[in-house]
């Protein structure tokens, strides 16, 4: 086993993987979606735990905190550790219309406008492994639906220059949300060759109509969005 220096296990890790930033929904999912968890990781703060998925194989939930560099740290940990198949469950902000807060969307592919996926060599686009992303859309329909198609990464949470507006990218193809984590997912995962997709929770919407999320609509969605991704790591 290769030594990692932030992720330190104290439970066996799956090798399939839930991955949202948030310790606390890391907490959430692994008490709705895991029998008897263990916790995982709980160093840096960033919650991990290990238990039985509704499949009655193991299942491992890792927050990776937020941003690209925070990520890619756990993700690439993760893989030495042996992780194989990987799904972000985080959240995002709309950038079109036709949204609520809450909406899932099942991201194909994602704009790097990023710079930890850059650094990794990431070109304009990255995309996640087909088959998953398949698997996330079914399970997802079978659950309240999602759209799927093409998100944004960003490297800011708080944007005065209005680059959440305008992410450049191709009108043919528009994304339809913006984040903070899936490019780097995708890239890793491309490099490191293990299996990678996303399924993201609208939390903000950014386009001709604005709003915010409460917090129980939040955890709703993301137990949502959680159900999806174990349902399709199990399919």
Same mark, same amino acid.
């Given at each position: ?10 439970? #066996? ?7 949202p ?10 008490q709705?979606?895991?029998?008897q ?6 160093n ?5 735990y290990t238990?039985a998925?509704?499949?009655?194989a ?13 990520? &890619?740290?756990?993700?690439? #940990?993760?893989?030495r550790?042996g ?8 959240t995002?902000? &709309? ?6 807060l ?7 592919e994602?704009?790097?406008?990023? +710079? ?5 060599g990431?070109g304009?686009?990255?995309? &996640? ?7 996330l ?21 708080y ?11 191709d009108?043919?193809h528009?994304a339809?949300?913006i984040?903070?984590e899936?490019?780097?997912l ?6 490191? +060759?293990?299996?990678?997709g ?12 604005? +709003?915010?999320?409460d917090?129980?609509?939040? #955890?709703?969605?993301a137990?949502?969005? +959680? ?9």
């Amino acid at each position: 086993m290769t030594p990692t220096l932030h992720v330190h296990p104290t439970a #066996e890790l799956a090798e399939r993987v839930l991955l949202p930033g948030d310790p606390g929904r890391a907490l959430l999912l692994a008490q709705t979606l895991l029998e008897q968890p263990k916790m995982f990781n709980h160093n840096r703060g960033l919650w991990g735990y290990t238990g039985a998925a509704a499949d009655g194989a193991p299942l491992t939930i890792q927050s990776t905190g937020m941003g690209g560099p925070s990520a &890619a740290i756990v993700i690439e #940990e993760l893989v030495r550790l042996g992780a194989r198949r990987l799904v972000r469950v985080g959240t995002c902000g &709309a950038l079109v219309g036709g949204f609520v807060l809450g909406d899932a969307i099942v991201a194909q592919e994602a704009i790097c406008k990023d +710079g930890t996926s850059r650094a990794l060599g990431g070109g304009e686009r990255v995309a &996640a492994d087909p088959a998953l992303t398949t698997a996330l859309a079914t399970a997802a329909a079978d659950d309240g639906g999602a759209r799927s198609g093409t998100v944004v990464t960003t490297d800011l949470f708080y944007d005065e220059a209005g680059a959440h507006a305008d992410p450049d990218h191709d009108p043919a193809h528009p994304a339809l949300a913006i984040e903070m984590e899936t490019a780097t997912l995708f890239r890793l995962a491309a490099l490191r +060759g293990v299996q990678a997709g996303c399924v993201l929770a609208v939390s903000d919407l950014l386009g001709p109509k604005r +709003g915010r999320i409460d917090a129980e609509a939040m #955890e709703a969605a993301a137990q949502r969005i +959680g159900r999806v991704a174990a349902t399709a790591l199990a399919a």
